[in-house]
């Protein structure tokens, strides 16, 4: 079992920054995977970013391209989203989650085994 908690939402104004974190516990050792995703109210859970948890390749979708940054820090068992520029269409529910094998793709969320619970992010006009 891996047990995900995501923190560092909230309400912030548009080109703002805020960093979330995702900390990680159990099966770590073994992730293959670990992403973000979100999803708006009324919309289905989409990719944000994900990336290795070994080698540290990365992925993102193209509407964060250039604006966001995710990290891990092995040590920790702790995942990041670096989020600047922030856009009021960024406002969403933030879940990481963690793809235990390396099957589907990364930007699919069928793929991932464990998710968190989520965080708020709102970007205000």
């Known amino acids: 079992q891996v047990q995900l908690v995501e923190s560092g939402g909230g309400l912030v104004q548009a080109g703002d920054s805020l960093r979330l974190a995702c900390a990680a516990s159990?099966?770590?050792?073994?992730?293959?995977?670990m992403g973000w995703f979100r999803q708006a109210p009324g919309k289905e859970r989409q990719f944000v970013a994900a990336?290795?948890?070994?080698?540290?390749?990365?992925g993102y979708a193209d509407s964060v391209k250039g604006r966001f940054t995710i990290s891990r820090d092995n040590a920790k068992n702790t995942m990041y989203l670096q989020m600047n520029s922030l856009k009021p269409e960024d406002t969403a529910v933030y879940y990481c989650?963690?793809?235990?094998?390396?099957?589907?793709?990364?930007?699919?969320?069928?793929?991932?085994?464990?998710w968190g619970q989520g965080t708020q992010v709102t970007v205000s006009s």
């Open positions: 990336i290795r948890w070994s080698g540290g390749n990365t």
């Open positions: 989650g963690v793809r235990m094998r390396p099957i589907g793709t990364m930007t699919s969320r069928n793929a991932y085994d464990y």
């Open positions: 159990g099966r770590t050792f073994t992730a293959y995977t």
